[in-house]
């Protein structure tokens, strides 16, 4: 059974740094491309960034070079690093990947960026 377990999250003053985390569990977790998605209230999930089991990564625009995604594969462990947060990245922040051609979400952690 996949499990993918997000931790980490909380509130934080505009720029502020916080690390988000996401255990697995299930799956062949050096394998897989790893993504990190966020929605926020009255929006579309979208794609923050993603890291190839290769170690390439991809950032969305409004995030490049404040956050930064990494892989622990000895601990089956996805972390995002955000740094200067604002309060637009305000979100529900969520775990994926694909895995036997099945989409997998976490359950989500909420960060929460005060002005």
């Known amino acids: 059974q996949v499990q993918l377990v997000e931790s980490g999250g909380g509130l934080v003053q505009a720029g502020d740094s916080l690390r988000v985390s996401c255990e697995a569990a299930?799956?062949?977790?050096?394998?897989?491309?790893m993504a990190w998605y966020r929605q926020a209230p009255g929006k579309q999930r979208e794609l923050v960034a993603d890291i190839t089991s290769g170690g390439h990564t991809y950032y969305t625009a409004s995030v490049r070079g404040r956050f930064t995604i990494s892989r622990d594969n000895a601990k089956n462990t996805l972390y995002l690093q955000m740094n200067s947060l604002k309060p637009e990245d305000t979100a529900v922040y969520y775990c994926?990947?694909?895995?036997?051609?099945?989409?997998?979400w976490g359950q989500g952690t909420q960060v929460t960026v005060s002005s």
């Open positions: 299930g799956i062949i977790f050096s394998i897989n491309t």
């Open positions: 994926h990947t694909v895995t036997g051609g099945y989409p997998y």
